[in-house]
T-cell receptor, first 113, second 118 residues
């Protein structure tokens, strides 16, 4: 059974810091991994999708890496801003169960101005 | 990019009435859509998988007759909360995956519906 864990559960940093969010998964037979952010009372916004054949993906100040063999992914946020404050979730689809997503519990990020 | 529209964003209804929530994929076709429920400060809980043209697949513990799902077209799935009670009050979110490019583009989520049953 696939399980996804995110560390840390919460993070509070001053504006401008570079930070790393961690995601680990127990079954390395994934075909992709997706990072989302969720603002309070809102739906999920897709940040990055990284395929199993890729080692990293970048979008602006965000960089996601994937080490499939070790069951880990990291989301790197450069020069954090107060607007980055949100809950960050990683998720992997399970092909044999209709591609439904398994989520981590999330990292609550607060960037202080 | 892929967009999923979810309506309404907020709804307040009386106990015993039914509420319908719509989830539309605007620029892609989705043979599969997913319905989630989220309680305050908790993670998403998958309720059911909506399959176009066939019956939905419900997760364990989710009442099929309580949460009716219809996926009549490749761009629309609806969730109807029947005979709503205060304990059904929650945040409901749908997601969809492109039928053709799904593995390439991943999942897109709606903006969610805040249901309050009074």
């Amino acid at each position: 059974k696939q399980e996804v864990t995110q560390i840390p559960a919460a993070l509070s940093v001053p504006e401008g810091e570079n930070l790393v969010l961690n995601c680990s998964f127990t079954d390395s037979a994934i075909y992709n991994l997706q990072w989302f952010r969720q603002d309070p009372g809102k739906g999920l916004t897709s940040l990055l999708l990284i395929q199993s054949s890729q080692r990293e993906q970048t979008s602006g100040r965000l960089n996601a890496s994937l080490d499939k063999s070790s069951g880990r992914s990291t989301l790197y946020i450069a020069a954090s801003q107060p607007g980055d404050s949100a809950t960050y979730l990683c998720a992997v689809p399970i092909r044999e169960y209709g591609n439904k997503l398994v989520f981590g519990a999330g990292t609550i990020l607060r960037v202080k101005s | 990019g892929a967009v999923v529209s979810q309506h309404p964003s907020r709804v307040i209804c009386k106990s015993g009435t039914s509420v319908k929530i719509e989830c539309r994929s605007l620029d892609f076709q989705a043979t599969t859509m997913f319905w989630y429920r989220q309680f305050p400060k908790q993670s998403l809980m998958l309720m059911a998988t909506s399959n176009e043209g066939s019956k939905a697949t419900y997760e364990q513990g989710v009442e099929k007759d309580k949460f009716l799902i219809n996926h009549a077209s490749l761009t629309l799935s609806t969730l109807t909360v029947t005979s709503a009670h205060p304990e059904d009050s929650s945040f409901y979110i749908c997601s969809a995956r492109d039928a053709v490019q799904g593995s390439r583009y991943g999942y897109t989520f709606g903006s969610g519906t805040r249901l309050t049953v009074v």
